[in-house]
């Protein structure tokens, strides 16, 4: 079945309990409700121009994953986010927040909030028996693996966590799932250096432990969820040198967590999607994300 279908299947298919013992799901009153979203700390730290070429370079290495082909995906589609798993306060702002950060950097936002969602965050109590599901029913959803990868990808270790399912674009604009048991025929390049193809998202799950991030503001929660939905990352495990939303969760310094995107995860963001379209491998399409960000960054000052 292809990922452009069945995205749109994936709200019916985790209405499925996994087993006739699981107990009813609870009301949104009754889980842990984030706290309302404040402003963010002011940003103090300076960074020399001596330092910046490293730590650019080493923000972009962590932020961003190669694709099935070495390359480095991003949003090419409209996107179409969808938050489901609390009160529609809630959920509609997380909906709301992601698309106000999509237009910001650039990213193809669709306007149409009724669409067929392709970027589902998904909050819940129970983020291991969701996966769970997930495996079994859309196992396409967890991104490109073998079979007996499945149980290991979709294991459930951080708060907030992310799966992409990404596929390539030839030359000739067919786009392609990443699949290791697909044989569709695309239109390559005859060149080492060039290839063709291009990678890019087609569907991005995120799930959120309710239980885990119940003390946190639901705005830090939700810009969060942005750097993991709009750049391949999976999860954020070492802490960042410069203030970031991605330390939110981490045993970072005080000073460099933050409540809200800062200046450097916003020029990281738009570096991302500001980078010219071209079928080269993830380390030169990493240096054109680097070289924006600084560019970005020295804007800012």
């Known amino acids: 079945?292809?990922?452009?279908?069945?995205?749109?299947l994936l709200a019916l298919a985790l209405a499925t309990p996994t087993h006739a013992q699981t107990p009813a799901e609870p009301t949104p009153a009754a889980r842990p409700t984030p706290l309302p979203k404040v402003e963010p700390p002011t940003e103090e730290i300076t960074i020399t121009s001596s330092r910046l070429p490293r730590i650019v370079r080493t923000f972009v290495d962590v932020a961003t994953m190669p694709s099935p082909?070495?390359?480095?995906?991003?949003w090419k589609v409209w996107i179409c986010p969808k938050t489901t798993g609390m009160s529609p306060g809630f959920t509609n702002f997380v909906t709301k927040r992601i698309r106000e950060i999509a237009t910001g950097i650039g990213a193809p936002v669709n306007p149409n909030e009724n669409c067929a969602p392709n970027l589902q965050i998904i909050f819940t109590e129970r983020p291991q028996e969701m996966l769970d599901v997930i495996r079994v029913k859309l196992p396409a959803l967890l991104g490109y693996h073998y079979a007996p990868q499945a149980k290991e990808l979709a294991t459930v270790s951080h708060p907030i966590q992310g799966w992409y399912a990404t596929g390539s674009r030839d030359r000739m604009g067919q786009l392609i799932s990443d699949n290791p048991y697909g044989f569709a025929t695309t239109t390559v390049e005859g060149s080492r250096i060039k290839t063709g193809l291009r990678s890019e998202f087609v569907a991005v799950t995120v799930v959120v432990d309710l239980v885990t991030?119940?003390?946190q503001e639901i705005g830090a929660i939700a810009d969060h969820?942005?750097?993991l939905a709009f750049s391949q990352a999976r999860a954020f495990e070492r802490c960042r040198e410069v203030p970031s939303i991605t330390n939110m969760l981490l045993p970072?310094?005080?000073e460099l967590k933050a409540v809200a995107l800062t200046r450097?995860?916003?020029a990281y963001l738009r570096a991302l999607y500001a980078?010219?379209?071209r079928d080269t491998k993830s380390p030169l399409l990493k240096g054109d994300i680097s070289f924006l960000m600084r560019r970005f960054l020295n804007e800012e000052k």
Do not use: H, W
């Open 275 to 277: 980078i010219t379209d």
């Open 69 to 74: 082909i070495g390359q480095v995906s991003r």
């Open 213 to 215: 991030i119940e003390n």
């Open 1 to 8: 079945m292809k990922l452009f279908l069945i995205t749109g």
């Open 225 to 227: 969820i942005a750097m």
């Open 264 to 266: 450097y995860d916003r």
């Open 252 to 254: 970072c310094d005080p």
